[in-house]
């Protein structure tokens, strides 16, 4: 069975539209309409800008060497 998962919003007359669907034509499809568990709705606090949080780079375009890496040693 293939499974395609999306998020909508329900409408305010309490419709649901589903476009752009990754099935053919005329194919039979199951639909189950879930709410998502608080964990996993989205947060309704205002993005955090993160201008002016880099303080510095050190050389970002150098190379990294085997050295730097403890999985190689």
């Given at each position: 069975m293939k499974a395609y998962r999306t998020v909508k919003k329900i409408s305010s007359r309490g419709?649901?539209?589903l476009?752009?669907?990754p099935f053919e034509e005329g194919e039979t499809?199951?639909?189950i309409?879930?709410?998502p568990a608080p964990e996993e709705q989205p947060s309704k606090a205002s993005p955090v800008s993160l201008k002016g949080k880099i303080l510095e780079y050190i050389d970002p375009f150098e190379p990294?060497?085997?050295q730097d890496w403890e999985v190689l040693g």
């Open positions: 419709g649901l539209l476009e752009a669907l499809v199951e639909v309409v879930l709410a990294v060497s085997d």
